[in-house]
């Protein structure tokens, strides 16, 4: 079965062909960053307005990469949620549209459970039962996913996710968007112990908060101007990798998990993949993380998933599938 994969729901316009699941075939990804590093964000009115421009040639090339012709296509996977409404009302359009002109199933996505499934993508693919931490420049979550299709979340940020945190960091110290990888490669240079920036939140439950961390930054860029920057990227990125770290761990002793799968923008990130599976270790717990180019925003992660809810779980949805800004994972298939 070949699946078309379609991501739109930020700033990143992916297509992608993957066979059975597990075999990407091509999966190519138009970003943006260039249109929003003048906003220091994404402007949701261009992102979508670009990605109407660029969907349709992307399309066309995912397909002749890949050696398929559009009569061999059987599935039309998309993400429709969660995201900004613009965008995935452009991605679901199209792939309704698609998917009427082929005669074949549409399935609809979360983004969400897709990039979980990323996992199921890397070589070797891992596979349920396992605690997912879910952190992104939108979203910070933690997963119990005793199987694919049944995801219960268990804690998460009440405010900024931790990418969001890292990139207005990064908005103060005057680097462009996005920040995250920057803050990455400077902190390599740093000291992480150099400015005790606080854990918020570090003692208390499974939820996590980001957004008094960017405060206590503020202060002190106010009250020490010539802070080295390395140092301070370092010591800022160690703060929020010890509260992601800490909290995972604590919900797999939780829920009885001796894995942990991290998956979206920020489990590209170099300290996180060295700090997290030495720390994990150390209370037998084995951290997973997908290849680099399947952490961000991607559509070969949308197709698998959708593969999984049709060839699987029997699932495929109406032409008239509508975007949701919000749609939850908590019990999503």
């Known amino acids: 079965m070949v699946v078309l994969g379609i991501e739109t729901s930020c700033d990143e316009t992916g297509v992608a062909l993957v066979r059975d699941g597990q075999e990407i075939l091509t999966n190519l990804v138009y970003s943006q960053t260039d249109l929003h590093a003048r906003y220091g964000g994404v402007m949701p009115e261009a992102a979508s307005r670009d990605h109407l421009r660029k969907l349709p040639a992307l399309v066309t090339e995912a397909l002749q990469k890949a050696g398929i012709p559009w009569n061999e296509v059987d599935l039309v996977g998309v993400t429709y949620g969660p995201g900004l409404i613009g965008p995935l009302l452009v991605g679901v359009s199209y792939a309704a549209g698609v998917a009427l002109a082929l005669d074949v199933p549409l399935v609809g996505v979360n983004h969400l459970a897709a990039h979980l499934f990323a996992l199921k993508l890397a070589d070797p693919p891992v596979d349920p039962p396992f605690l997912g931490l879910i952190a992104s420049g939108g979203h910070t979550l933690l997963v119990a996913v005793p199987a694919w299709g049944e995801y219960r979340v ?56 980001f957004a008094g961390l960017k405060t206590a930054a503020i202060y002190w860029l106010r009250d020490h101007p010539g802070a080295p920057l390395p140092d301070l990227c370092a010591s800022f990125l160690e703060a929020v ?28 990130n170099r300290r996180l993949r060295e700090v997290f599976p030495a720390r994990a270790a150390t209370r037998g717990v084995e951290v997973f993380f997908p290849p680099r180019e399947l952490c961000t925003d991607n559509a070969a992660i949308v197709a698998a998933c959708a593969h999984h809810r049709y060839a699987v779980l029997n699932i495929s949805d109406p032409l008239s599938l509508s975007p949701d800004a919000n749609l939850p994972l908590h019990g999503w298939r």
């Not at 405010?159 to 995250?180: N, S």
């Not at 990455?184 to 240079?189: G, I, N, P, S, V």
């Not at 800490?246 to 829920?255: H, Q, V």
């Open 241 to 268: 990798i010890e509260v992601l770290v800490e909290k995972a761990l604590r919900a797999a002793r939780r829920f009885q998990f001796k894995r942990i799968a991290v998956a979206g923008g920020v489990a590209a």
């Open 154 to 209: 268990v804690g998460g940020t009440r405010d900024d996710a931790a990418g969001e945190a890292l990139d207005k960091f990064g908005r103060l110290l005057g680097l462009p968007y996005p920040a995250g990888p920057k803050i990455d490669a400077l902190a390599k240079e740093g000291d992480p112990q150099a400015i005790p920036f606080p854990r918020p939140m570090l003692e208390s439950g499974l939820d996590m908060s």
